[in-house]
């Protein structure tokens, strides 16, 4: 599967900005998708993981009730709507595809997943 992520841009702290990431090449609703990010000079950390129907969610405690995930099986696409951004949320946002069946309690892992995004830089001012 190919992944492609977009709208990512600059933005005042408090503000909100919606990732997108198209899917194409395979059925888009065999895979889990999740979201990470990557911020200069740091890892990539997990930010949120969606399950093959959307049935379940996860978040890192640091975007919980703030980011919602979010997938249209039917567009081929996931989302990732960021409210109340802050300077520290500024990071290169990648999505990334999942094709083990089931719950896997290493979802916050990168290496579970095989398919990645390009990555698409939020930056968010102070």
């Known amino acids: 599967v190919q992944l492609q992520a977009s709208g990512g841009g600059l933005v005042q702290a408090g503000g909100s900005l919606r990732l997108s990431c198209a899917a194409s090449?395979?059925?888009?609703?065999?895979?889990?998708m999740g979201w990470f990010r990557q911020a200069p000079g740091k890892e990539r950390e997990f930010v949120a993981r969606?399950?093959?129907?959307?049935?379940?969610?996860y978040y890192a405690d640091s975007v919980k009730g703030r980011f919602t995930i979010s997938r249209d099986n039917a567009k081929n696409t996931v989302y990732l709507q960021m409210n109340s951004l802050k300077p520290e949320d500024s990071a290169a946002y990648y999505c990334?595809?999942?094709?083990?069946?089931?719950?896997?309690?290493?979802?916050?892992?990168?290496?579970?997943?095989?398919?990645w995004g390009q990555g698409t830089l939020v930056t968010v001012s102070s």
């Open positions: 090449g395979h059925t888009f609703s065999s895979y889990a």
């Open positions: 990334a595809a999942d094709e083990r069946l089931g719950y896997n309690p290493d979802y916050a892992q990168t290496t579970p997943y095989r398919y």
């Open positions: 969606i399950s093959r129907s959307g049935g379940a969610t």
